[in-house]
Structure formats: structure tokens, C-alpha cells
């Protein structure tokens, strides 16, 4: 079974601080995928990056900043110099792709909702 | 413009009356899913379909059916709902089941009473 655990159910951040949201998964697979999601209050999800078991590069896409590393089975995700937009509930989640009966399912944390206060 | 349809988009409905939310893609995308988002619980999956006439279920698939007859529709169906599956749901859809990412709907909010 495969499982995703967001330990922050609620983070409170002043505009302009550095967040960092942790995502831990649990797989037996050894080729998986891990996505991260923002959910706006207008209540869409949006996808934001992707990342597959093979690729522990970690990414800058300009505020934002994704740390993958197999070694702790984490992918945080990270908001520099957060603004008011940036609230929302973001999700992690895992996408085994290796067979079994876990091949196909997505699996969501339960989601960490980030306040931003002007 | 590449969407995934949901509807209704709100329904409010008394226990025991059949429902079905029906979700519509228009990319032509072979894997199709229903989530259910519950405060606290993030989103679970209730069944997914990896092309037309496969399903399969998802975390939390009782009290729910699905059909694939086609590759753009599948509908989610509750035979006799119950309070407990008053929720927000998702229907989502992808390219394959690998690393593309799924397209969302706006969300259905269910209200069982």
C-alpha cells in the first residue's frame, strides 16, 4: 500500500516569508511519480510539478523550489518570499506506475492549507 | 478548450435517492478517476479507469459504481446514498497512468441528508 502524510495540517506565514510545506510518501515501488497541487479558496486544483523516482534534481521555478530526496522518502516544497496569492491548501501526492495493485492509483496527502497575512 | 465537465455542480438530495454525476473529457485522455475531498483526509480515490470497459477501485469505493462505456464520459453513481457521502467530489483525467498529471473538474458538492 502506498501512503502520503502531510504533517501540517495549517501553517500561518506573514507576507514575504520563506514557507516550507513537507511531504513524506511510503511505497514498495521503485518507480513512482510525486506531484504537488494547489488548491485556490476558489476551490480548482491546480497542478504545479511533477517528479519521478528516477530524477532527485531538485527545482526553482521562481518562487517556488521542490527538494526531492529518495534517501527520507520527502518531497517539500518550498514558497520564497511568500505573497497574500499564495493562499490555498497545497497536496502532495504519489503515483506508483510499477505494477500491482497499487499500479494507477494516485494517492493525496491530506493536504497542508497555507494562510498568508498582508 | 481542454476541460473535464462535472455536473451538477451542487446537489442537495434525502437518503436512499439514487444520483449520478456525470464527468465529461474532451482529451481524448484514456485514464479517468472520482476523488472525494473531506476536510482533514485530503482527496481519496473512489475508482479509476485506465481505458473504456476498465475500472478499478480506488481507497474508498463502497456505496459507489462507475462505467466506462466510452472513452470521454464516466459517471459516478450512488444506488442509495447516505449521509456519509456527503463530500466535494473530483473527477479527474490523464494521459495514461504515468507521469502526466491529471486535469481536474470544478468539484461537485454532495449534501445527503
Known amino acids: 500500500a502506498q501512503k502520503v502524510t502531510q504533517a501540517q495540517t495549517e501553517i500561518s506565514v506573514v507576507e514575504k516569508e520563506d514557507v516550507t510545506l513537507d511531504c513524506v510518501y511510503e511505497t514498495r515501488d521503485t518507480t513512482y511519480y510525486l506531484f504537488w497541487y494547489k488548491q485556490p479558496p476558489s476551490g480548482e486544483l491546480v497542478f504545479l510539478i511533477r517528479r519521478n523516482s528516477f530524477d532527485e534534481q531538485n527545482e526553482i521555478s521562481g518562487r517556488y523550489s521542490w527538494n526531492f530526496q529518495k534517501s527520507t522518502s520527502s518531497f517539500n516544497f518550498t514558497i520564497t518570499a511568500s505573497q497574500v496569492v499564495d493562499s490555498a491548501v497545497y497536496f502532495c501526492?504519489?503515483?506508483?506506475?510499477?505494477?500491482?495493485?497499487?499500479?494507477?492509483?494516485?494517492?493525496f496527502g491530506q493536504g497542508t492549507i497555507l494562510t498568508v497575512h498582508p | 478548450e481542454a476541460q473535464v465537465t462535472q455536473n451538477p455542480r451542487y446537489l442537495i438530495t434525502v437518503t436512499g435517492k439514487k444520483l449520478t454525476v456525470t464527468c465529461s473529457q474532451n482529451?481524448?485522455?484514456?485514464?479517468m478517476s472520482w476523488y472525494r475531498q473531506d476536510p482533514g483526509l485530503g482527496l481519496r480515490q473512489i475508482y479509476y479507469?485506465?481505458?473504456?470497459?476498465?475500472?478499478d477501485k480506488g481507497d474508498v469505493p463502497e456505496g459507489y459504481k462507475v462505467s466506462r462505456k466510452e472513452k470521454r464520459n464516466f459517471p459516478l453513481i450512488l444506488e442509495s446514498p447516505s449521509p456519509n457521502q456527503t463530500s466535494l467530489y473530483f473527477c479527474a483525467s490523464s494521459f495514461g497512468t504515468g507521469h502526466q498529471p491529471q486535469h481536474f473538474g470544478d468539484g461537485t458538492r454532495l449534501s445527503i441528508l
Open positions: 479507469s485506465m481505458n473504456v470497459e476498465v475500472t
Open positions: 482529451m481524448n485522455h484514456e485514464y
Open positions: 501526492a504519489l503515483r506508483s506506475v510499477a505494477g500491482g495493485t497499487s499500479y494507477g492509483k494516485l494517492t
